[in-house]
């Protein structure tokens, strides 16, 4: 099982990297190396739903967050990015999984901000603006803030690509401190014996890949991972992923474990709003930059990475 899970997994980053492109039942077999007969079958039982209602869903899921996030984006520019051939069925799809235009989304989503604070220049009073400069001589832009009476940094700045080794997760994670323990402890049981833990490069990520404004909390997809050199191979129930190089906006926390959701809202909805920046299609991360038991009230330090472009 734990073979051919890894396999899905596979599967499911090559998806996620191609949305915008045809999708075949051949194509995805040969990436699963299964049989294209056994295939289709043994995605459907390991994921719950069969393949093409899984690409979809996460088409439709995907373009649902760039409508929100793209005001200015003409639809039928999204709907190409997402995988539809035309306006016509993507418009009929969308309906059919949301229950509304993907206009009608749109204007539902901007008049909601609107109605919370959250429009582009009217950041929410209880984060205030303090500053914005360059830092060390580098092209890195940093603003502070104030939350909840605590200074956070964001800064926005080019990242590197990042190979990892990672587990997945499918199903509800927010706030399950017990989940991601037991996940990063199977991982580290893996990269011990290897010797990545003992490099002090080495990062702990977690990768979120859905919106979970948008995807049903049991089909969100998690992955928890660690960076290792290039060309590590995967073993096991462990696969190796590439995390995209680019434009990030990194926000800088030291959080209780219930304070990552307001972390994320903060960085996501009140910096963002303010910053000339829009989200971009590449996964969102978080990186851990302390073990909390080793705090001395038990904090994590945490840098959160938003993918970002500078707004149309």
């Not at 299964?34 to 069969?50: K, Q, V």
């Not at 991360?285 to 945490?302: L, Q, R, S, T």
Request: hydrophobic share 35%.
């Amino acid at each position: 099982m734990n073979e051919y899970q890894k396999r899905i997994n596979r599967v499911l980053d090559y998806i996620e990297n191609n949305l915008d492109k045809n999708l075949t039942l051949e194509e995805l077999a040969d990436v699963s190396c299964f049989s294209r007969f056994h295939f289709a079958r043994i995605f459907s039982a390991l994921m719950g739903e069969t393949l093409f209602q899984f690409i979809q869903r996460v088409r439709l899921e995907k373009a649902a967050s760039r409508l929100a996030a793209d005001p200015r984006e003409a639809v039928i520019n999204i709907a190409m990015d997402c995988g539809f051939a035309n306006a016509s069925s993507f418009s009929k799809s969308f309906k059919s999984q949301f229950g509304v235009s993907p206009s009608a989304w749109r204007s539902n989503l901007r008049q909601v901000q609107s109605n919370s604070g959250t429009e582009p220049g009217n950041l929410n009073k209880e984060s205030r603006f303090i500053y914005r400069d360059t830092e060390y001589r580098t092209t890195s832009t940093v603003w502070r803030y104030e939350m909840n009476k605590t200074e956070v940094k964001v800064e926005v700045r080019e990242v590197e690509p990042m190979t990892v080794a990672y587990i997945r997760h499918v199903g509800p994670y927010a706030g399950d401190a017990e989940l991601f323990g037991r996940l990063f402890g199977q991982l580290f049981q893996w990269a011990g014996p290897r010797g990545v833990l003992n490099d002090e490069s080495t990062k702990c990520i977690s990768i979120y890949h859905d919106n979970p404004e948008v995807t049903d909390e049991s089909k969100l997809r998690l992955s928890v991972c660690v960076t290792v050199p290039e060309g590590t191979e995967a073993e096991g129930d462990i696969n190796i992923m590439t995390i995209p190089g680019g434009k990030y906006a990194i926000g800088h926390f030291e959080l209780d474990v219930t304070e990552y959701g307001e972390a994320w809202a903060f960085l996501c909805g009140e910096w963002l709003a303010s910053s000339g920046y829009e989200p971009d299609d590449r996964p969102c991360f978080e990186m851990m930059m302390n073990n909390p038991e080793e705090h001395p009230e038990g904090k994590h330090i945490v840098d959160i990475y938003e993918p970002v472009r500078p707004m149309k």
